[in-house]
C-alpha cells in the first residue's frame, strides 16, 4: 500500500532562516504531488503542484519554491521565511489528476 | 470550482448515523463532489466522492440528488473517533487543487 512521509511534524525557525519540507511517498511511481498550507482559522490552500521530476506549477506568488529532485520525493523551500509563512504545511499525492488526493501528517511551522 | 455550503457544527449520539448535508447549486456537468476529514492537528483524510450516482465504500454513503446541486454524505454508525471537521468539496475535471472551506464539525457523543 501506499504511504506519505512529512518531516518535520513540528519546526520553530527564526524570521529570515531558511526553510526546507520534505516528502516523500512509498508503494506508487510517478505520482501527482502537491504542496498545500493552512494558516491558523483559514481552509487549505495549494502552493504547488507536480506531475514529474523537475516539473513544478506554482498555484500563487510568494516567498516558497518547490523542487522535485526524484520521483517520490517533493520539497519546499525558502531562502529567508516571513511572519506570514507561518502555518501548518500539507504534502499530498494522487495517482493522476483527477484522482482523490492522499495528504500526510503536515508540518505545523512557526515563525518567530 | 463550485462553491460548497455547509452547516457549521452538527452533533451525532454515538453507534447512530451521521448525515452531513452539502449544497452545491452552481455544480457544473463535469465537477466531481469529494468529501474529506480532518481531524485536530492532523492533514485531511479521503473519505469518499462521486459524480452523479450514489457511491459507498468502507467508510461512508455519498448520496448525490439527481439534479446534483446537494449531497449528503453518512456515516452508518458513528463512533467518537467520527469526531473531525468534515469537508464537501466540488473539484472540476481538469482541476489540480481542492479547495477546502470552512466545513462542518462533527461531534459524536457518548
Known amino acids: 500500500s501506499q504511504t506519505i512521509h512529512q518531516w518535520p511534524a513540528t519546526l520553530v525557525q527564526p524570521v529570515g532562516s531558511p526553510l526546507s519540507l520534505e516528502c516523500t511517498v512509498e508503494g506508487t511511481s510517478n505520482p501527482n504531488l502537491y504542496w498545500y498550507r493552512q494558516a491558523a482559522g483559514r481552509g487549505l490552500q495549494l502552493l504547488f503542484y507536480?506531475?514529474?521530476?523537475?516539473?513544478i506549477s506554482s498555484e500563487v506568488p510568494q516567498n516558497l519554491s518547490a523542487s522535485r529532485p526524484q520521483d517520490r520525493q517533493f520539497i519546499l523551500s525558502s531562502k529567508k521565511l516571513l511572519l506570514s509563512d507561518s502555518g501548518f504545511y500539507l504534502c499530498?499525492?494522487?495517482?493522476?489528476?483527477?484522482?482523490?488526493?492522499?495528504f500526510g501528517d503536515g508540518t505545523r511551522l512557526s515563525i518567530l | 470550482d463550485a462553491k460548497t455550503t455547509q452547516p457549521p457544527s452538527m452533533d451525532c449520539a454515538e453507534g447512530r448515523a451521521a448525515n452531513l448535508p452539502c449544497n452545491h447549486s452552481t455544480i457544473s456537468g463535469n465537477e466531481y463532489v469529494y468529501w474529506y476529514r480532518q481531524i485536530h492537528s492532523q492533514g485531511p483524510q479521503y473519505i469518499i466522492h462521486?459524480?452523479?450516482n450514489n457511491e459507498t465504500n468502507e467508510m461512508a454513503s455519498l448520496i448525490i440528488t439527481e439534479d446534483r446541486k446537494s449531497s449528503t454524505l453518512i456515516l452508518p454508525h458513528a463512533t467518537l473517533r467520527d469526531t473531525a471537521v468534515y469537508y464537501c468539496i466540488v473539484r472540476g475535471e481538469g482541476s489540480e487543487k481542492l479547495v477546502f472551506g470552512k466545513g462542518t464539525k462533527l461531534t459524536v457523543n457518548p
Open positions: 462521486g459524480l452523479k
Open positions: 499530498a499525492w494522487s495517482v493522476v489528476r483527477n484522482q482523490p488526493q492522499h
Open positions: 507536480s506531475v514529474g521530476i523537475g516539473q
